[in-house]
């Protein structure tokens, strides 16, 4: 999967703020939706390769509240939160990602499901407060490739669920300049 991100512009102030990552995913789009908003669903392919996820509570709703833990491959928990803000059935799905409900350096995310012949495409938009916040989650917890392997997830579970070989193809990018490729993806 490649990304891309650039240095803002007028027409797109907030591109040194964020990750882009998208991918194509052999299934209807109503049912990839479905995938984000039963925890019995996310439990089965949430995160990046080797981590598991344990749900404290979940309430699919705008204003509801998904609490949970991912659990690292190397034993390292991850205290999670996503404040669900808007959801349109199956189309769009926009969140607040953070640690904890007062975390200050939460980012809001954009996913958003498309229709794409026979296929799903999902693009997943974070943007976070500041350009070192997004760097330090592409640089330290390395979020390029944790987003990757998550939508890598996402496609291998829906292809279980359909009976279906094909997982999708990979691309993603940033609206404002997809010929700069860089290392730059999204957190699970």
Known sequence: MTTTSSGGGPDHPTADREIVVSRAIGAPRELVF?????????????????????????????????????HGPDGT?????????????????????????????????????????????????????????RDEAVEKYHAVEGGE???????????ELTGSDTTGNETSGNETDRSERTSKGVEG
């Open 34 to 70: 479905e995938a984000f908003t039963q925890v019995r669903h996310l439990s089965r392919w949430w995160g990046p390769d080797g981590f598991t996820t344990t749900t404290r509570s979940f309430e699919f709703r705008a204003g509801g509240v998904w609490d949970f833990v991912m």
């Open 77 to 133: 928990d991850y205290q999670e939160w996503i404040n669900w803000t808007e959801i349109v059935p199956p189309e769009r799905i926009a969140m607040v990602h953070g640690e904890s409900r007062d975390d200050p350096n939460a980012f809001e995310s954009v996913l958003t499901f498309e229709p794409a012949g026979e296929e799903t495409r999902i693009v997943m938009r974070a943007v976070f407060p500041t350009k070192e916040l």
């Open 149 to 159: 392997q998550t939508l890598r997830n996402l496609a291998a579970y829906v292809a």
